[in-house]
């Protein structure tokens, strides 16, 4: 099959691309007819639109999720295991369809969104598994007529808040263990990629999921409808992956009927190459870690620090293979690089990158907007980047490799601590000793040691510091979805 001379939205199963949202197991449009645009963002072509929900729609489906609550909460973890098996299933079944649309409303590589719906499909299946694990727990007494059992039961509906930059994934890392516990979830994705999320739905519908147990609602008011998620108080928990300082505000937001949170912000991952380090493999995990998705997720190195005795050959090593990468549309050929998400991200880049120059870095490669046009930006390394860079205190979010110098392990940690937020950081070294060392000094939730990947469903995903609270995946991710209930017994 010639994917390339295809049009971009030809899917084979077209039904997967849903322009209206999904409350209570219907298909429906916004109460007043309103709908909003959904781009490309590597040619700005106009995919189609989605319902421009408010508060109202928001309310229903939050009620639509409270009335599927009891009898879905009820059912076995066999029961629920058997439906997200299914889910997953569907999935990996709708791979290419799903990874083109994917990259059609977020701009990403094809091989990079295929990757992802596994990724996105990893979770299901590992939540399935574990559903039937929800343990609770009997404790020894403390009088001798007494028992004590401990119950784990669902925390109730979830709302959930997800970001553009992994429109599968980051719901699936939602969606797969809140409803493994038994909760019901309301949803809104990224008004520039909700059509990944919606896709979803359409497959969990396939799948059997009842009516009113997932709802997903679109919509350009985030604060509308993020307002709605917030402060109505059948909804239990809040989980979100998104900017710091939007998880900040829907924090307090959700402080006034006390909802349970998840929190997966921003990060300002050091990337630090001690002069014991194999530099081929450094290389091979700065380019993964760095440019992957256009250098826009959470957990992309930010901030590169290399040793004074290999900074030249690491730097000139890097620079080779970043002239390597391939820019352009995912959805005509193969690349490693896309475009950033729209004109605000490029803005920001540009804006990093002149400051980083006027404070006295040099461009190694890159350094301005791609010959492409639209937000493509080229793959980008700047040496001698100093702290009093903005690129050094906020996360760039783009294709740009900041080089920084250090001469101990000491100034070195020093500097990757010294920010705010703890998501995840990276090194490279042979000597076991520091290995140890480093990866407990480091100030953040996922460490990678000689690598730079380091997500997967089977370990805890999230951040310390401002980064958030709550980990997704693993043995750990089902805690965040169930609350615990000490049932005392006595008269025994
Ligand atoms: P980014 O800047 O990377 O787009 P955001 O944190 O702004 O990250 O967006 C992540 C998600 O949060 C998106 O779904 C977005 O629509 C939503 N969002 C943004 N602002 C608000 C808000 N005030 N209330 C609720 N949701 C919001």
């Known amino acids: 099959m010639n994917g390339a001379s295809r049009p971009p939205l030809q899917l084979s199963d077209p039904a997967l691309l849903s ?22 963002p590597a040619t700005g072509a106009v995919l189609g639109t989605i319902p421009d929900m408010v508060a109202a729609e928001t309310a229903r489906a939050i009620d639509a999720a409270h009335a599927a609550f009891p009898a879905w909460s009820r059912t076995t973890a066999g029961e629920r295991a058997t439906l997200v098996k299914r889910l997953h299933d569907l999935l990996l079944e709708h791979q290419d369809d799903l990874a083109r649309l994917m990259t059609a409303e977020q701009g990403k590589p094809l091989a990079e969104a295929k990757g992802e719906i596994a ?10 598994e574990e559903a039937r694990r929800m343990y609770g727990d009997t404790i020894p007494g403390h009088a001798a007529d007494k028992r004590i059992m401990v ?8 709302a959930m808040i997800t970001p553009w930059n992994f429109p599968s994934a980051m719901l699936a890392r939602k969606i797969a263990p809140a409803l493994a516990a038994g909760c019901t979830v309301v949803a809104k994705p990224a008004t520039q990629t909700p059509y990944s999320a919606l896709a979803l739905a359409v497959l969990a519908e396939r799948a059997g999921l009842p009516a009113g147990v997932l709802n997903i609602v679109t919509g350009r008011d985030a604060r509308a409808i993020g307002g709605e998620l917030t ?5 239990r928990k809040l989980s979100f992956t998104g900017s710091t300082g939007v998880g900040k ?25 001690f002069d014991d380090a194999d530099l081929d493999a450094a290389v091979d995990g700065a380019i993964a870690s760095k440019y992957r998705n256009t250098g826009q997720t959470c957990v992309c190195a930010n901030r590169l620090f290399v040793h004074e005795a290999v900074y030249d050959a690491f730097a000139d090593k890097l620079a080779a293979a970043v002239a390597k990468l391939r820019v352009g549309d995912g959805l005509a050929g193969a690349t490693d690089q896309g475009p950033l998400i729209d004109a605000k991200a490029l803005e920001k880049v540009e804006e990093h990158v002149a400051d980083a120059v006027a404070k006295g870095a040099r461009v190694a490669a890159g350094g301005k907007r791609h010959a492409l046009g639209g937000t493509f930006y080229e793959p980008t390394l700047l040496l001698d980047a100093n702290a009093d860079m903005l690129l050094a205190n ?20 020093a500097l990757a601590n010294d920010t705010e937020v703890g998501l995840a950081g990276y090194f490279y070294t042979r000597d076991l ?27 805890p995903f999230g951040g310390i510091k401002e980064s958030g609270t709550g980990r997704e995946g693993s043995k750990y991710g089902l805690d965040d979805y169930t609350e615990l209930k000490y049932v005392c017994i006595g008269g025994i």
């Open 19 to 40: 322009t209206r949202a999904f409350v209570g197991g219907e298909w429906i449009d916004a109460d007043d007819g309103g709908s909003c645009e959904v781009t490309n």
């Open 249 to 273: 505000t829907l924090m307090e937001q959700c402080a006034g009927t006390m909802k349970r949170i998840s929190m997966e912000l921003g990060g300002n991952a050091p990337f630090i190459v």
């Open 119 to 128: 990724y996105a499909a990893s979770y299901l299946e590992w939540f399935a």
């Open 433 to 459: 000793a520091r290995a140890f060392r480093v990866a407990e000094a480091l100030e953040c939730g996922i460490v990678g040691v000689n690598t730079g990947l380091v997500s997967t469903a089977v370990a």
């Open 394 to 413: 906020e996360e760039t979010f783009g294709p740009v490799a900041p080089l920084f110098r250090f001469s101990s392990e000491d100034e070195v940690l």
């Open 151 to 158: 119950l784990r039961q669902p925390v109730g509906v979830v």
């Open 231 to 235: 402060g109505n108080p059948k909804v």
